[in-house]
């Protein structure tokens, strides 16, 4: 069984508008990561926002937010006031404990690749 | 000076050939992790290391080799390269605890005809 899903494997938004991009996960360690990262077409992996499975506060980085949903398994980013640069692949991830399974690996979902129209 | 290096940046190889991609970090972490990325998979693990002498296979480590030569560097080998082999390739970097992201090499385009 997959992991972490993403279920959208495109999508559009309107620049200056907001847009979520959607991920679950699973799994049956109490202590986790769940983390975003950002792929330009350039190729590189930017990290944007991590949130901790015992972190009660959903986690905002500038623009970028994560609206974590324990009892549901989902942690989706949202981006507020989309921009032009922010077009790009989106990879949720997470990290399970050294007891987990996954030997504190960093699991990927397959991506989202967002575009932002002017 | 970026903490966490690949060589080479791109690289076009014929079947059958070896090929070795090399990372070396800056940021003093004990955990190096190779992973592929191919389109509408996402990254895949290869290969990963908790220290210079802990070496473990990831999800897809079929056809690679690597190599742990000191805690900066680990390096990832095509013994013989194949087509299917084409991909982005990426090192990364972390602490052990679930709370910490890794760290991204800008990634080796590798294409092997």
């Known amino acids: 069984a997959q992991k972490i899903t993403q279920t959208q494997p495109g999508m559009f938004v309107q620049e200056k508008e907001a847009v979520t991009l959607d991920c679950t996960y699973d799994t049956s360690d109490q202590s986790y990561g769940l983390f975003w990262y950002k792929q330009p077409s350039s190729g590189e992996m930017i990290f944007l926002i991590y949130?901790?499975?015992?972190?009660?506060q959903n986690a905002t980085e500038g623009r970028y937010s994560l609206n974590f949903q324990k009892a549901r398994k989902s942690a989706n980013l949202v981006i507020s006031a989309s921009q032009l640069g922010d077009s790009a692949m989106y990879f949720c991830a997470m990290r399970e404990g050294l007891n987990g399974g996954s030997q504190g690996n960093l699991i990927f979902g397959k991506g989202t690749k967002l575009s932002v129209k002017p | 000076d970026a903490d966490v290096t690949q060589t080479p940046r791109n690289r076009i190889t014929k079947t059958g050939k070896r090929i070795m991609l090399e990372c070396s970090q800056t940021?003093?972490?004990?955990?190096m992790y190779w992973y592929r990325q191919d389109p509408g998979l996402g990254l895949r693990l290869i290969y990963y290391?908790?220290?210079?002498?802990?070496?473990n296979k990831g999800e897809i480590s079929d056809g690679y080799s690597v190599s742990r030569q000191a805690q900066a560097k680990f390096s990832l080998s095509l013994e013989s390269a194949i087509p299917n082999q084409t991909a982005l390739y990426f090192c990364a970097t972390g602490l052990g605890t679930p709370y910490n992201e890794q760290f991204f090499g800008p990634g080796t385009r590798l294409t092997v005809l």
């Open positions: 949130q901790g499975s015992y972190d009660e």
């Open positions: 290391s908790f220290d210079v002498k802990d070496i």
């Open positions: 940021k003093g972490h004990d955990r």
